[in-house]
């Protein structure tokens, strides 16, 4: 599934990269600690979490994830957009909590890393 | 704002000259449409522009003599059917204007004129296309040139050991420029063509080195990658506090990390472990109170994917004795 039709579908906003949404949506990885995504988060992976600092977007970028979604409407800090801005990786905010936006996205058919 | 391509550069930059058809076949007034039908076909050209005396003064094409045919007057001069007053483009101007003629008039051609006002060539949507395509693979070639050199870089420049070393300052405490230099080393490696399986172990192991010296050093230290022909080094280097005890420091989920750095979402422990995994050999030495040197080695050739195992490589830890109640 592609990252625009998984914004459509949970109403996430959409903060940065409009123009990369069209990336396929490999799978999900849910953390709020940078090395447990770093060490499990794959290529094209969509990853949930509440941290909106700007090391998010280095994590994201070293490891090609399609996108980050930050959950219960934290607010992602103005470095982090303007990083991820400039590096072309979505930032994807939501008033949902994570294990809802998981419930969602799996009910989509988005697979975890253990399960692909 | 949506990123203007290549070929939308091009159209301003590429002169009409450059693409244009030079030896243009033309007919003069006195040519009869039964002749002009004979020069059309030879040349399987469908217009021409019509010359007097070297002066362009009109221009004709295959529907003007399909016109002829159907109206019987074959034997016509190309003077009675023909489009004068044509349309021109002047040899200096960019092909962004022919675009805009040829969305603008309903003509298949136009004829192209000097300064003077002299003929010397003509222009069709076909020249257009094909100048475009011609300059984007003399573009793609050098490209492709410029890539091959970059990536052999190591069979181009030939010496006993020859490597390329790429040195970062880390700043301790420095979360608004972490994650930098290794982002900077994953480019290098692409840049070189190393395999993305390989760039993926190596900006791991650079990142988690990188934030362990942002994290956990008194005053920052070094973040260095040294590539060479069969094997990615990456090396950090501190000037301390040095770590207590390596073994446990090895352990996933050990941490030393402060509450505040947690909340961060670092400091989870996974740090040394992460690049144990991503490495084919490790080494750790770190004298307390002193310093810390950790070095990591991928290896690029088939060494590397024959030995390495899931959970890593060749680990070698080298920490003197210490009492437990340091930590």
């Given at each position: 599934?592609?990252?625009?039709?998984?914004?459509?579908?949970?109403s996430?906003?959409?903060?940065?990269?409009?123009?990369?949404?069209?990336?396929?949506?490999?799978?999900?990885?849910?953390?709020?600690?940078?090395?447990?995504?770093?060490?499990?988060?794959?290529?094209?992976?969509?990853?949930?979490?509440?941290?909106?600092?700007?090391?998010?977007?280095?994590v994201?970028?070293?490891?090609?994830?399609?996108?980050?979604?930050?959950?219960?409407?934290?607010?992602?800090?103005?470095a982090?957009?303007?990083?991820?801005?400039?590096?072309?990786?979505?930032?994807?905010?939501?008033?949902?909590?994570?294990?809802?936006?998981?419930?969602?996205?799996?009910?989509?058919?988005?697979?975890?890393?253990?399960?692909? | 704002?949506?990123?203007?391509?290549?070929?939308?550069?091009?159209?301003?930059?590429?002169?009409?000259?450059?693409?244009?058809?030079?030896?243009?076949?033309?007919?003069?007034p006195?040519?009869?449409?039964?002749?002009?039908?004979?020069?059309?076909?030879?040349?399987?050209?469908?217009?021409?522009?019509?010359?007097?005396?070297?002066?362009?003064?009109g221009?004709?094409?295959?529907?003007?003599?399909?016109?002829?045919?159907?109206?019987?007057?074959?034997?016509?001069?190309?003077?009675?059917?023909?489009?004068?007053?044509?349309?021109?483009?002047?040899?200096?101007?960019?092909i962004?204007?022919?675009?805009?003629?040829?969305?603008?008039?309903?003509?298949?051609?136009?004829?192209?004129?000097?300064?003077?006002?002299?003929?010397?060539?003509?222009?069709?949507?076909?020249?257009?296309?094909?100048?475009?395509?011609?300059?984007?693979?003399?573009?793609?070639?050098?490209?492709?040139?410029r890539?091959?050199?970059?990536?052999?870089?190591?069979?181009?420049?030939?010496?006993?050991?020859?490597?390329?070393?790429?040195?970062y300052?880390?700043?301790?405490?420095?979360?608004?420029?972490?994650?930098?230099?290794?982002?900077?080393?994953?480019?290098?490696?692409?840049?070189?063509?190393?395999?993305?399986?390989?760039?993926?172990?190596?900006?791991?192991?650079?990142?988690?080195?990188?934030?362990?010296?942002?994290?956990?050093?008194?005053?920052?230290?070094?973040?260095?990658?040294?590539?060479?022909?069969g094997?990615?080094?990456?090396?950090?280097?501190?000037?301390?506090?040095?770590?207590?005890?390596?073994?446990?420091?090895?352990?996933?989920?050990?941490?030393?990390?402060?509450?505040?750095?947690?909340?961060?979402?670092?400091g989870?422990?996974?740090?040394?472990?992460?690049?144990?995994?991503?490495?084919?050999?490790?080494?750790l030495?770190?004298?307390?109170?002193?310093?810390?040197?950790?070095?990591?080695?991928?290896?690029?050739?088939?060494?590397?994917?024959?030995?390495?195992?899931?959970?890593?490589?060749?680990?070698?830890?080298?920490?003197?004795?210490?009492?437990r109640?340091?930590?």
């Open positions: 599934m592609k990252l625009r039709e998984l914004c459509r579908q949970l996430l906003e959409v903060r940065t990269a409009p123009e990369k949404l069209d990336m396929e949506v490999t799978g999900g990885y849910a953390t709020d600690l940078l090395s447990h995504a770093m060490a499990k988060a794959q290529a094209g992976n969509v990853w949930i979490t509440l941290q909106g600092h700007p090391n998010i977007v280095a994201a970028s070293l490891l090609n994830l399609a996108g980050v979604i930050i959950t219960e409407g934290m607010a992602p800090e103005p982090t957009l303007e990083k991820a801005k400039e590096q072309g990786i979505p930032i994807l905010t939501t008033p949902l909590t994570t294990f809802t936006v998981v419930g969602k996205l799996s009910a989509l058919g988005v697979r975890g890393v253990d399960e692909t | 704002m949506p990123k203007i391509t290549r070929v939308q550069e091009l159209v301003y930059e590429i002169k009409i000259e450059e693409v244009m058809t030079r030896n243009v076949i033309t007919v003069t006195q040519t009869s449409m039964a002749e002009l039908r004979e020069i059309l076909r030879t040349h399987r050209i469908s217009g021409t522009p019509v010359v007097k005396d070297g002066e362009l003064i221009i004709i094409s295959v529907e003007d003599l399909i016109k002829a045919l159907a109206g019987g007057e074959i034997e016509a001069t190309v003077e009675k059917r023909m489009t004068t007053d044509p349309v021109t483009l002047c040899a200096d101007e960019p962004i204007i022919a675009v805009n003629h040829f969305a603008r008039y309903d003509f298949g051609r136009f004829p192209v004129v000097d300064r003077e006002g002299k003929l010397i060539g003509i222009l069709t949507r076909g020249d257009i296309i094909e100048g475009l395509l011609k300059k984007l693979e003399v573009e793609y070639h050098e490209e492709e040139i890539r091959y050199r970059v990536s052999h870089i190591f069979e181009d420049i030939v010496s006993d050991r020859t490597s390329l070393v790429l040195r300052d880390v700043i301790t405490h420095d979360f608004d420029h972490a994650g930098e230099a290794s982002s900077k080393i994953k480019r290098a490696l692409n840049r070189l063509g190393a395999p993305p399986e390989i760039v993926r172990r190596a900006a791991i192991a650079a990142y988690e080195a990188e934030m362990n010296i942002i994290l956990h050093t008194d005053e920052g230290g070094e973040l260095v990658a040294e590539i060479q022909p094997q990615i080094i990456i090396r950090a280097v501190d000037t301390g506090p040095g770590i207590p005890d390596v073994e446990q420091a090895m352990q996933p989920g050990f941490s030393t990390a402060p509450e505040w750095i947690r909340e961060l979402g670092f989870a422990g996974m740090g040394l472990s992460n690049i144990q995994r991503c490495a084919d050999e490790m080494h030495e770190s004298p307390l109170g002193k310093w810390t040197s950790l070095e990591v080695v991928i290896y690029l050739d088939q060494r590397g994917l024959c030995s390495r195992s899931e959970s890593g490589g060749v680990i070698q830890v080298q920490a003197p004795q210490r009492r109640s340091e930590t």
